[in-house]
């Protein structure tokens, strides 16, 4: 028994000296030139799945099978040069990695292609993906606003799921002026579906040579997204979770029901004296609506605190053969106004492989769903509209039978009922797919075809039920609205680059053809009497036999494009920079012979701080420094199409273009659109000069650029008479535009002691819009229609485009005296009563005393970020803003109409009387009220303002586990506070439409969806 026991012993004593010897264990530390340990480096067993990732201390332990032959270790970090060491019979390493000087230095993406920062000759802004991070905004356009110098975001409604106005250097037309968006080399016109946790980078084509390579679509700038890839050996897990709550971050200051009543009938007195009678009765209390000591808020009554959640979940692993990543995104906006809310959820898959050393290939999908609940958010029945202008003595129910009640004293709906009543439901589903194949025969000679496909189909439901409340306002018949709408676009690029160095000679050349279709389809179609009512499983128009009723329309497009590209890029000696680029582009919106456009631009760069006689610096005082200059010609093609076709039309739903011909009715027809067979490409000729420069070790960084951008045969819609029985104004090519101005990027970075670093950046932009020419009669375009004003705005040569022109108030009436020597003198108005300017010094009052109040141009806007980290705190906040722009107030009408009996302005108290002979406000006086709310300087507003737009702050716990890598959380804060002078509801107001209309109504106030406050808590792990 003892001996069996030994010889057991014995067995596995040599079975673990047979195991040792078929494996060793061998260890090493990975360092950086400065002897730092290099943390998360890949240290892989070459030609094996056998690896390992070095610790806090760059520590690493690997385990070798005795029978692997010639074992080889490969080190892989992203910012260093790739490392291959033969293992031997070593068991220790230290072993030091070399910066990769090509990965490190700054690349940004430009059209088809990237470059390096410091190589750049036009004007380009860049931002990453850490300025990007953990922002609760729906639309990723928001990410551009105040990051990148000369580019211009403003909100066009604080609305969830609502959209942004866009201007790249200015607005260089009266039609679509809105940039043109590339996702990874597909054209869009917008990225409000793209989950901003996707984005890797965002830049911005400022110049026209930067931006002539998409020559037709490049008028007004091109943002180039790129979405995230795989980069690391190791799978990689990423988690986002975010949740907040958000509110208006203003009230509006409104009188309560006694001081209302009180200043109603105070105007119906003081217009009884003023006309000397007694017509102006005082004023009676009606229905629900009879008890002054009760004031509704139904600001406070449409609103809510909403909440905001949003999840994103990424995987990701890649190495130098493929890499690909997974993510999947949630986001929920449930609005400040009560019926609102946006939802959307992301997928994505983005995958890039090398299948050989000539071939490389890769595939990225996105799809995106969004559904949305509405509100009303018209100028006339909108929602926040009628919050705003409802008298305040109306309560929101009946206190006697607890229905709903509506305002007795004018033509307004109870918005709060609406919210509860009323539906408006939109669904969106998108899906962008790229793939690309790369074909590389001899070195930096490739071949590159790729395919994208955009297919989006979206609907919308809007039912209005029939109602009857007490006070008057009823619906005595439902109505159902549906609406579709398809879009399916393609666009095939095939490309040649060829780079090659020779000596101190750098070349890259660029060669190709693109395709592309975009096909889209409208159908909508409305009919009454839906039975049930309110039964939602009956909102369907079939439900209904009341054929009679029925409305629908229909149309779509089909617009084509191809382009031949090219573009040379070349330098010498890391010193001078030239490139060359051309583009032409034929377009099927314009007519036969005028389809083609070509569009060629120019630019150079010259690094001094290269050149010897430069070298009295020292790199510690003056790191670059670098001039630029280019020339570019772009063009713009965002009008309708098929302007240059005449189109007959043989009836509508209001009139039959039929005839009597002997006793029979005989289908007619009629022309509806003029052609305009000449009509052609809008160009945008483009100038630029600018400086780089870095200054101690890139502690400081400027950028400066000085810009002339000329736009040439913009396209225009002359007005035709309304007895020539057109309908739609026709395109022609008549107007210039000039823009010009500045932009300056200064940032600083510094630390404090090893553990405390910071950083400031300032961007400022100035532009000065000017028309210049508007066709043979200079006819000006008059816009921005406002209910009760009419036309605000106003289009004419020497002036801003989009400009505010009416009446101009010279002050109050203090005397009669003064009234009968004006020249208001027969119009009906008194002592406090406005005095408006005789402009064209005719001694007469009438339209054409109107003059120009402004423009909604700021002379400069701003961005500044601040941020700092200490240890494993972090903290950022970002101011934005504008200075010396004008706002329209369109709503002052409204809250100073007594006589309409609106809800009145608590400013309104400041009004002129014999014991305030004020010159800054009119009077009380019914009778003359809507004289002084005539168009006039009264509505024109300082719309400057500085915003805490963004706030942040973190702490990132390292390793906190073994299978985490980091945790982050903070606490954030959107639109923190806003310092402004301007009275409205909110100073940033971009246009309202789409097209020329959100063109030529920039900065017209009419009381839209108010901007939110948002706090949130999020937290960033990552596995």
Do not use: C
């Amino acid at each position: 028994m003892k001996m069996r026991a030994t010889l057991f012993a014995l067995l596995l004593s040599l079975l673990s000296v047979a195991a040792w010897a078929q494996e060793r264990s061998i260890s090493g530390v990975i360092k950086d030139a400065t002897d730092a340990p290099i943390i998360g480096a890949n240290v892989l067993l070459k030609g094996t799945s056998i690896g390992s990732v070095t610790d806090l201390e760059g520590a690493f332990k690997l385990n070798i099978s005795e029978s692997q032959t010639d074992p080889v270790l490969l080190i892989t970090f992203i910012g260093y040069e790739t490392k291959e060491i033969a293992v031997g019979n070593q068991t220790v390493f230290n072993i030091v990695l070399d910066e990769d000087l090509a990965q490190l230095e700054e690349v940004v993406v430009v059209g088809y292609g990237v470059q390096r920062k410091s190589d750049l000759t036009g004007a380009v802004s860049s931002i990453s993906s850490k300025d990007l991070q953990a922002q609760p905004v729906p639309d990723a356009t928001v990410l551009l606003q105040g990051r990148a110098s000369g580019v211009q975001v403003s909100q066009n409604s604080g609305a969830p799921g609502a959209g942004l106005s866009v201007r790249v250097r200015g607005t260089g037309t009266v039609n679509n002026s809105e940039p043109l968006y590339v996702v990874d080399g597909m054209m869009l016109s917008n990225i409000s579906h793209i989950n901003p946790s996707d984005i890797e980078s965002i830049e911005v084509l400022k110049d026209a040579s930067a931006t002539a390579i998409y020559g037709s679509r490049g008028a007004n700038g091109v943002v180039l997204v790129t979405t995230k890839k795989g980069s690391s050996d190791q799978v990689k897990v990423q988690l986002e979770l975010m949740t907040g709550v958000q509110s208006a971050w203003k009230r509006p200051d409104l009188m309560n029901s006694q001081d209302w009543l009180n200043a109603i009938n105070t105007a119906q007195t003081n217009a009884n004296t003023f006309s000397n009678s007694t017509s102006y009765l005082p004023f009676d209390l009606k229905g629900a609506s009879t008890d002054p000591t009760r004031t509704t808020d139904w600001f406070d009554e449409v609103t809510r605190q909403g909440v905001i959640n949003k999840a994103n979940v990424t995987v990701s692993k890649g190495d130098q053969n493929a890499n690909i990543l997974m993510s999947a995104g949630y986001f929920k906006n449930e609005g400040i106004v009560k019926g609102s809310d946006y939802e959307r959820i992301n997928l994505r898959l983005n995958t890039n492989y090398t299948i050989s050393p000539m071939f490389r290939t890769g595939v990225n999908v996105s799809v995106s769903n969004t559904q949305s609940n509405n509100v009303k958010s018209d100028y006339y029945t909108g929602i926040v509209t009628n919050a705003l202008r409802l008298d305040p003595l109306t309560p929101v129910k009946d206190p006697a039978t607890g229905e709903y009640a509506s305002t007795p004293y004018s033509d307004l709906g109870n918005p709060v009922a609406a919210v509860n009543r009323d539906v408006d439901v939109s669904e969106s589903l998108l899906l962008l797919a790229t793939s690309y194949l790369e074909f590389e025969p001899i070195k930096g000679l490739v071949f590159r075809s790729a395919l994208s496909n955009n297919l989006s189909n979206s609907k919308r439901k809007v039912y209005l039920p029939t109602y009857s409340y007490i006070g008057g306002e009823n619906n005595i018949t439902n109505s159902l609205d549906k609406r579709t709408s398809n879009f399916t676009g393609w666009l095939w690029e095939n490309t040649v680059n060829y780079t090659k160095s020779f000596g101190k000679h750098n070349v890259n050349v660029l060669g190709g053809f693109t395709a592309q279709r975009d096909q889209s389809e409208f159908l909508s179609a409305t009919r009454n009497n839906i039975p049930g009512n309110n039964d939602e499983v009956l909102q369907y128009l079939n439900s209904s036999i009341d054929l009679k009723s029925t409305n629908a329309f229909n149309s779509g497009e089909d617009i084509r494009m191809y382009s031949y590209l090219g573009r040379i890029n070349y330098s010498y000696d890391d010193k001078y920079f030239l490139t060359a680029s051309f583009r032409q582009d034929g377009s099927s919106v314009f007519g036969p012979g005028y389809r083609t456009g070509n569009f060629p631009s120019f630019s150079a760069g010259w690094k001094l701080r290269n050149e010897s006689f430069m070298d009295f610096l020292s790199d510690d005082m003056v790191t670059q420094l670098k001039l630029r200059a280019g020339w570019g010609r772009v063009g713009n093609a965002n009008i309708d199409p098929y302007g240059f076709l005449s189109t007959l039309q043989s009836g509508e739903s209001l009139l039959e273009y039929s005839y009597v011909l002997n006793d029979s009715e005989v289908a007619g027809r009629a022309p509806v659109t003029l052609a305009n067979e000449n009509i052609r490409w809008e160009t945008v000729e483009s100038t630029n000069i600018g400086i780089d420069a870095a200054f101690l070790n890139d502690r400081i960084t400027l950028t400066a650029d000085y810009f002339v951008k000329n736009t040439k045969d913009m396209l225009v819609q002359v007005p035709v008479t309304y007895y020539s029985g057109y309908a739609t104004n026709p395109y022609i090519n008549a107007g210039e535009v000039q823009n010009k101005g500045f932009e300056i990027d200064l940032g600083y970075r510094g630390e404090i002691g090893t553990e405390f670093s910071y950083s400031v950046n300032l961007n400022v932009s100035s532009v000065k819009n000017k028309v210049i020419y508007l066709g043979e009669d200079e006819k000006p375009i008059d816009a921005g229609n406002v209910a009760f004003l009419n036309n605000t705005t106003r289009t004419a040569v020497g002036e801003p485009i989009g400009s505010f022109y009416g009446y101009q108030v010279e002050g109050v009436f203090q005397t009669q005296e003064e009234v009968d020597n004006s020249i208001q003198a027969g119009d009906n108005v008194g002592v406090g009563d406005f005095k408006f300017a005789d402009t064209n010094n005719d001694g007469a009052f009438s339209g054409d005393d109107r003059t120009f109040l402004g423009n909604p141009t700021p002379d400069f806007f701003y961005g500044i970020n601040l941020g700092m980290k200490y240890k494993g705190f972090d903290a950022s906040f970002f101011i934005q803003g504008v200075q010396g722009n004008e706002v329209m107030n369109a709503f002052k009408y409204y809250n100073y109409a007594a006589h309409k009996h609106y809800g009145l302005s608590s400013d309104y108290a400041n009004h002129w009387s014999e014991s305030n002979r004020t010159n800054e406000l009119f009077g009380l006086n019914t009778a003359t009220n809507e004289k002084n709310l005539r168009y006039s300087s009264f509505y024109i507003e300082d719309g400057s303002y500085a915003r805490l737009k963004n706030m942040q702050i973190g702490y990132t716990f390292q390793n906190p586990t073994p299978w985490m890598s980091n945790v982050r959380v903070y606490f954030s804060g959107q639109n923190v506070f806003t310092l402004t002078k301007y009275s409205g509801m909110d100073p940033e107001i971009g246009g309202l439409g789409d097209g020329a209309n959100g063109t030529l109504n920039q900065g017209v106030d009419y009381g839209t969806y108010p901007q939110a406050r948002v706090f949130s808590f999020g937290a960033n792990v990552t596995f």
